[in-house]
């Protein structure tokens, strides 16, 4: 029976932004669409393939930002979760009819796709939050937005994006003042040695940067930042007005790392202006008995002018930007949380001589909150790189087609995902920015925060070697604070490394390499014939393929997850090789054993590929090892080495433990020197005891120290010595001896 559906304007509904009505009966899913001029739908992705059919007027479609015009006659489709707007440029309504269905192994190999088309063919800034130049980095920090960029960007280099990793020194921050005045320094001292530190602890990480913004240095990026605002202030929404903010008793304005208190949603404790634990912005005068740092007096609060922003008139904004790339549902449920408030006015500008004032009037002795600044620092790193590449990226007139990836701490949330998504729509009305978001929560040391003050903290300098520096990798990317909050101890790391690296993934190259140097003179052989059983495998190792490339993609990315496929990996051939080896040597199983080899050089192969983003020392290692070149494309297969080239693994170290042996003179002359120093006339002390149990004291400990520092040229610390045994101190001692020789070599 013949199914006819005309246009009706009468039955049409507000659906995607746009006007909609259904055609049943079809078989598939179908309905007209109309958008009126100067309209356009709302961005959106869905597993079912559509068609549009143009019947009326012209636009555009922007798939994947990219445009492509339409007129009455043309047909589009577009592929399953393929992001789309259909917009009108003409003077008409824009008339078409739309056909969808579900196509379950047409999605399914559209999910599974390493490279999306969200990054196909566009430029790919991918941001690690700048730092704050007022210390060095540690481990929490480098954990989080450092090390998950780089990763990403390495990943999607393998697989042909045109991706770049920026970042630099947030020099700006209140932060900076109060480390300078601590330190006898002014801020720009302060901020140009610690952004020369961070760079440098960056590198010692195996993270290249393409572009590293010093904001206090660049002659350009002060001019750029007022006419950033200037457009902020000339959208309206950005303008001088008196709101509540928290002074001193002699009349000093308060604000960040100036006071603390009670949060006001969470109660947690908190800084000003942004809580840690629950996400949401404070504004100082609304904290819970607010507190001012190096004072025991009362703060109060009073009507102060300042550039404010009335955030919450853009929720609608916040929530369409969000449909548009990956938005973690922590982000939207902050959101959701923030706007359910009756208001949020954010103050843009704050009273400081520290940062670049605005050009405006109306708030003099101001200078542009840190924060806001950062948005425009984005585009400015952007502009840079486009700069020295012989692009024309400009900052004031940011692309369509520029594909945005942040990396932050949760703490840094509110900013990224939420206020600057309102900024750029102030700055640039017609710039729908295209931004992926990736969060990360707190690593904890010892069950607590990294803390600077309380020396809480593993600085990345006192880790990292040019022979731990993978191992770092590791294990951090296999602890990374994804989702939920998670520990760093020195005793797991060690354990990791020693029992993983070492004990698993190394003693298995290593005995691959002596069967291949016993059974086949170190030559790669040919396959020969293949079981059933090599077959599962093969196939195993390229579900541990796809499995990698699943969580390094842009839809999935988890260093938790990758790490987790890459030890899934070797976990694999060691049980395969464990069961083959039992005919290995067989002369009746001569072919099958080849082939039998040949798979284990495959899975050594794919790791060395499948790890590169995470440990690319290790992974290009690897790879000469096996005799093969730089490591440039990631794998679409497994493929088996080629045979005839020369393997070397038997060889090669590629992780050390890192609690290297103690040799036998050192903890004999520690063993006596603990005894002289402690006047212990017994029998030598038990070198599993702790020294504070022996007896030592402040003033013994203090002695050790210099004997140890003559004697060895390491130093330790006084609590170091109180709290291990004669066994673990001579361990710290073999260790810093090791690392200063790396150091030194390197």
């Known amino acids: 029976m013949v199914i006819i559906s005309s246009y009706d304007a009468g039955a049409l509904h507000e659906l995607f932004g746009i006007d909609m009505s259904s055609i049943d009966g079809l078989g598939v899913g179908a309905g007209w669409g109309r958008v009126v001029p100067g309209g356009r739908s709302d961005a959106h992705q869905h597993d079912e393939t559509e068609t549009f059919v143009i019947v009326q007027g012209a636009g555009d479609l922007i798939v994947d930002a990219r445009r492509y015009p339409v007129h009455a006659g043309v047909v589009a489709q577009f592929e399953p979760f393929e992001t789309h707007v259909i917009e009108n440029t003409g003077d008409e309504d824009l008339l078409f009819a739309t ?14 796709r390493v490279e999306r088309g969200r990054l196909r063919d566009r430029p790919v800034f991918v941001f690690s939050t700048p730092p704050t130049p007022n210390g060095d980095l540690h481990l929490g920090h480098l954990s989080g937005p450092y090390l998950g960029a780089d990763v990403f960007v390495r990943f999607q280099r393998l697989n042909g994006a045109q991706a770049w990793h920026l970042t630099g020194s ?8 109060e480390c300078a005045r601590r330190e006898g320094r002014t801020p720009a001292e302060t901020a140009a040695h610690y952004s020369a530190e961070i760079a440098e602890t960056l590198r010692m990480m195996d993270i290249p940067l393409d572009q590293y913004t010093v904001t206090d240095a660049d002659p350009a990026y002060r001019p750029g930042l007022q006419a950033f605002f200037s457009r902020l202030a000339a959208s309206g929404a950005v303008a001088p007005a008196e709101a509540p903010a928290l002074l001193g008793p002699d009349g000093r304005y308060l604000y960040e790392v100036d006071v603390s208190g009670g949060c006001p949603t969470c109660g947690g404790s908190t800084g000003g202006n942004i809580c840690e634990e629950c996400g949401e912005p404070n504004f100082c005068h609304d904290l819970v008995d607010p507190a001012i740092r190096h004072s025991d007096a009362a703060p109060r609060v009073a009507e102060v002018t300042r550039f404010m922003l009335p955030l919450h008139r853009f929720a609608p904004d916040v929530a369409l930007h969000h449909h548009l790339g990956r938005v973690p549902a ?15 006015d954010v103050a843009m500008t704050h009273p400081s001589d520290w940062g670049v004032p605005p050009l405006e009037d109306g708030a003099p002795g101001q200078v542009i909150w840190v924060w806001p600044e950062m948005s425009y620092g984005f585009l400015h790193g952007i502009a840079e790189l486009g700069r020295r590449l012989g692009q024309d990226w400009r900052a004031d007139a940011p692309q369509a087609d520029w594909k945005i990836v942040h990396f932050f701490g949760y703490d840094n949330s509110f900013y990224h995902a939420i206020l600057y998504p309102v900024l750029y729509k102030l700055a640039f009305p017609d710039w729908a920015p295209d931004i992926d978001y990736n969060v990360n929560e707190f690593l904890l040391l010892d069950g607590a925060k990294f803390s600077t003050s309380r020396r809480h903290a593993i600085w990345g300098k006192e880790i990292l070697t ?15 604070s994804e989702g939920r909050r998670t520990n760093f101890e020195v005793g797991a790391y060690e354990s990791a490394v020693r029992d993983r690296l070492v004990g698993t993934w190394q003693d298995w190259l290593h005995d691959l390499g002596r069967r291949m140097a016993e059974r086949y003179d170190g030559l790669v052989p040919d396959a020969g014939n293949w079981t059933p059983e090599h ?3 093969l196939a195993r190792l390229d579900t541990r393929r796809a499995a990698v490339a699943g969580a390094l993609g842009p839809d999935g990315f988890s260093l938790n997850q990758a790490v987790a496929e890459l030890d899934g990996l070797v976990d694999d051939v060691r049980r395969f090789a464990s069961l083959e080896e ?17 798979l284990e050089l495959a899975a050594a192969k794919l790791l060395a590929v499948c790890a590169a983003p995470v440990m690319p020392r290790f992974a290009a290692k690897l790879a000469a090892a096996l005799g093969g070149g730089e490591i440039d494309t990631w794998p679409q297969t497994v493929t088996l080495v080629a045979p005839g080239s020369r393997v070397t693994l038997a060889d090669q170290t590629f992780f050390t433990d890192p609690r290297p042996a103690v040799d036998a003179e050192l903890a ?74 790396e150091v030194a070599l390197a």
């Not at 039992?582 to 040949?598: C, F, K, M, Q, V």
């Open 466 to 480: 040019p022979g731990t520096v993978d191992a770092v990798r590791y294990y951090l990317s296999r602890i990374r």
């Open 170 to 177: 947030d020099d700006y921050q209140s932060y900076v003042t």
């Open 535 to 537: 077959t599962a495998f």
């Open 582 to 598: 039992r005919s290995s040597t067989s002369p009746a199983w001569r072919d099958e054993a080849r082939t039998a080899i040949a």
């Open 330 to 344: 922590r982000l939207r449920e902050l959101a959701e949380r923030l706007f359910a408030r009756p208001g949020v």
């Open 99 to 112: 056909l969808y269905w579900r196509d379950p192994e047409r999605a399914g190999r559209q999910a599974a």
């Open 668 to 741: 004999g002359w520690l063993t006596a020197t603990v005894a002289e120093t402690l006047r212990l006339e017994a029998e030598p002390p038990a070198a599993d005891l702790s020294l504070v149990s022996l007896g030592a004291a402040s003033l013994h400990a203090v002695t050790l120290q210099y004997r140890i520092l003559e004697h060895t040229d390491v130093e330790v610390s006084v609590e170091e010595l109180l709290g291990s045994t004669i066994t673990e101190l001579a361990a710290l001692i073999a260790q810093r001896t090791q690392a200063g020789m």
